[in-house]
């Protein structure tokens, strides 16, 4: 597709298990970055990745929090026993690189409610 | 850190022109953008400025001051669809660019 995919695009699940979130990137865009954006919240930095190597991992909240890219290309955010304050819409997003001018292209989020 | 300000919510009336500012305090500046968010939808970007001015681009434009700290997204010919958050972002600059900061965003509320 030409966008940013995401899935699921819904996911509810109970508090204590785990889930995995899926992010496919715009073709060739070489940098990726995970957000997620609470109700009334701005979006909150999670993590961004760099071909597959991730420079910044200061935004993970916990380390229940993980992420990994393979092939420079998908990218699956994981969160471990989840809790209910992880509720909320994970983002993710793209762009060529991480330069000055290179905006974000975001997908359309995985709203995450924990039960 | 880094701290960006934005007014929580504005309302505007379909035709008119509307101005949402954006304060931000970072070190190592390196551009501002500007998105919009419709309600359920992913944010699109608008508008990208690094150097002191105005950029226009159609009904909308963005003002930046590096001195200031400041910033504004104005929206002119107000419609009912422009009805969305805005979000104002910066990138800095720590030993190489860094992800988008943003701010909590601005909602719009266009009316007849």
């Known amino acids: 597709g030409a966008g940013v995919s995401q899935s699921p695009s819904n996911k509810v699940t109970e508090k204590g298990k785990d889930v995995e979130l899926r992010c496919d990137p715009i073709?060739?865009?070489?940098?990726l970055y995970w957000y997620r954006q609470s109700l009334g919240q701005g979006l909150e930095f999670l993590i961004y990745?760099?071909?597959?190597?991730?420079?910044?991992k200061s935004g993970l909240p916990s380390d229940r929090f993980s992420a990994e890219r393979t092939g420079g290309s998908v990218s699956t955010l994981t969160i471990q026993r989840t809790q209910q304050e992880d509720s909320a819409v994970y983002l993710c997003?793209?762009?060529?690189?991480?330069?000055?001018?290179?905006?974000?292209?975001f997908g359309n989020g995985t709203r995450l409610t924990v039960t | 850190g880094q701290n960006i300000d934005q007014p929580t919510e504005m309302t505007a009336t379909e035709g008119a022109i509307v101005q949402i500012n954006c304060t931000y305090q970072?070190?190592?500046?390196?551009?501002l953008f500007w998105y919009q968010q419709h309600a359920g939808e992913a944010p699109t970007f608008l508008s990208y400025?690094?150097?002191?001015g105005l950029e226009e681009k159609g009904r909308f434009s963005s003002f930046l001051s590096r001195s200031k700290g400041y910033s504004y997204l104005l929206l002119k010919e107000l419609q009912m669809k422009d009805s969305a958050s805005y979000l104002c972002?910066?990138?800095?600059?720590?030993?190489?660019?860094?992800?988008?900061?943003f701010g909590k965003g601005t909602r719009l509320s266009v009316i007849a």
């Open positions: 400025n690094v150097l002191d």
């Open positions: 972002a910066v990138r800095v600059y720590h030993s190489g660019n860094t992800p988008l900061v």
């Open positions: 970072t070190s190592g500046f390196n551009g």
């Open positions: 997003a793209s762009s060529l690189e991480v330069t000055n001018n290179s905006p974000l292209h």
């Open positions: 990745f760099q071909g597959n190597s991730a420079p910044d």
């Open positions: 073709s060739g865009h070489t940098a």
